[in-house]
């Protein structure tokens, strides 16, 4: 048996010409000091032994009384979720890790970058509270989430109460490609380099390996969805839960690069349709990759899946197939018909419409790129959304959605889809005749490779270099250049990695 307790991360540094820098640091977890990060100020692992002291000078009080904030809302979260002998466990933390259960670590990993303006500094300050899963099977795992929680009802901690989360939609999501992949910006080894033709069109995305920002994300969401279903399922007194895990990769939302140049007059419909092919097969490819490292990180944990379902998220289908057709005949759509299309074709036309007609006019999409965002929020809440025909909930209807327990794991770059889902359920449930509260939950993973730079890292902004320069501890570069997956395997476990290149190879990814 294996373990994934890697406390490692890796940095890539701001590049110069050449090779990317990287470094990949290990935490100590028995060092009672705060452990910094040497070639990247404004990042420090505290961990259960760290006082809270000494870190940021100015800032000890407010961090301080974040880290503790963000490690009582981890725990309250557990607590709430996980119960025991039919009641709600007030105190998740245990006295031991060996018993097999959820430990609230009391660790935490800040990120406070240092050009950060003090009017910012809260806002691009995270913190990530730690947690250890240990597993019957003796498998163990390290997580350090960034955890929002909203509307978790006082009837999940109310001794008296029978309430318990019966369906759960677990939500993930990630882009794909990386920003300069898409625009034509490659690099060599020797610099940065345009893929574009003399009219500056980028060339077609037909195959271009894994990026840094997918590996890591499939390497990081899979592990942490594979955690959060056992925390739902693995001491809750209902373990016949039907949990159903949505994976949101966007389709039409990235048709949009060749239909602005075909709408210019710069490309022709047949570079929009192999624009378009391109997508969807590296949407499928993605999806197919992280369903399965998903599958097989559950299976490593032990954790039966008879009540989980695994499946890219539904919702865009019809506007997909809009698009596809409109440029056939030498247009793209405008927004009004994809609205039109989403909201009376396909199997879930109903949520759609009762989705958009729930929104304010400030809400409303007033271009492509709104509904683009919009449609994340969607996803995130049409499990809950009723036909507005039927306003009076009965109360099986009402029960069972009170029942609903929607969790958001993501990117914390992305915690927006997360705030206009709460705002929205909050604003929906409203305009119920028998008012029901959804719990919704966001888990934001710590990204363990990232990008050192003036702000919040993204990954989705690097070149696509496949080769990185190794850099020792003590700031010296090796006569070693490593790839991508050799950095997964740094940070996340050499099993990880070569489960990683396996996958990929499969779907095409990789040759």
């Known amino acids: 048996m294996w373990w994934i307790e890697q406390r490692a991360v890796s940095i890539i540094l701001n590049k110069s010409p050449g090779p990317s820098r990287v470094t990949t640091h290990d935490f100590n977890d028995d060092d009672p000091r705060p452990q910094t990060l040497p070639d990247a100020a404004g990042y420090s692992f505290l961990n259960k032994k760290a006082p809270s002291s000494g870190i940021f000078r100015a800032l000890d009080e407010q961090i301080s009384k974040r880290i503790s904030k963000s490690i009582r809302s981890l725990g309250k979260l557990y607590g709430v979720i996980q119960e025991d002998n039919g009641h709600a466990v007030a105190h998740p933390f245990y006295n031991t890790t060996e018993e097999p259960g959820v430990t609230v670590t009391r660790s935490a990993f800040i990120s406070c970058p240092p050009t950060c303006s003090s009017q910012k500094l809260s806002e691009m300050t995270e913190i990530y509270a730690g947690a250890r899963f240990q597993y019957c099977n003796g498998f163990s795992s390290i997580q350090h989430f960034e955890t929002r929680c909203s509307a978790l009802r006082n009837a999940l901690v109310d001794k008296t109460s029978s309430g318990v989360f019966t369906i759960v939609a677990i939500n993930i999501g990630m882009c794909m490609f990386s920003k300069s992949a898409l625009i034509g910006v490659s690099d060599d080894g020797e610099g940065s380099c345009l893929n574009k033709n003399l009219k500056g069109i980028p060339q077609l995305p037909e195959y271009i390996e894994p990026t840094m920002y997918e590996l890591e994300t499939i390497a990081r969401l899979s592990s942490a969805v594979a955690d959060t279903i056992y925390l739902v399922t693995g001491r809750s007194k209902n373990p016949d839960a039907t949990i159903t895990v949505n994976i949101d990769i966007p389709d039409f939302q990235y048709y949009r690069t060749a239909c602005e140049l075909f709408e210019k007059g710069q490309v022709g419909a047949e570079y929009v349709q192999n624009w378009i092919t391109a997508m969807d097969c590296r949407k499928h490819q993605l999806g197919a990759v992280l369903m399965e490292m998903i599958r097989l990180s559950m299976e490593d944990r032990g954790i039966s899946s008879p009540g989980v379902t695994i499946r890219l998220s539904s919702g865009t289908e019809e506007a997909a197939s809009l698009f596809k057709n409109k440029v056939m005949l030498g247009r793209t759509p405008n927004l009004t018909e994809v609205l039109d299309v989403m909201a009376s074709r396909g199997f879930e ?63 914390i770059r992305e915690w927006r889809i997360f705030d206009r889902a709460k705002r929205f359920l909050h604003n929906y449930s409203k ?16 990204q363990k490779i990232f990008l050192h730079g003036g702000g919040r890292s993204d990954l989705y902004q690097e070149n696509s270099s496949g080769l990185y320069l190794d850099i020792n501890m003590d700031g010296r570069a090796q006569e070693v250049t490593i790839g991508r997956l050799d950095i997964v395997g740094k940070t996340y476990g050499f099993q990880i990695a070569s489960r990683l290149r396996d996958l990929c190879l499969s779907q095409g990814l990789l040759k």
């Open 349 to 411: 036309a109903k949520e759609w419409q009762e989705f958009l007609g729930s929104l304010d006019a400030r809400q409303q999409p007033f271009n492509m790129d709104q509904l683009g965002k919009l449609v994340y929020v969607f996803k995130t809440v049409k499990s809950v959304l009723l036909p507005s025909a039927l306003p009076g909930l009965t109360s099986d209807a009402a029960n069972s959605i009170n029942e609903t327990l929607l969790i958001q794991i993501n990117d």
């Open 431 to 446: 305009t119920r005749l028998q008012p029901f509260t959804p719990a919704i939950v966001g888990l934001f993973p710590m």
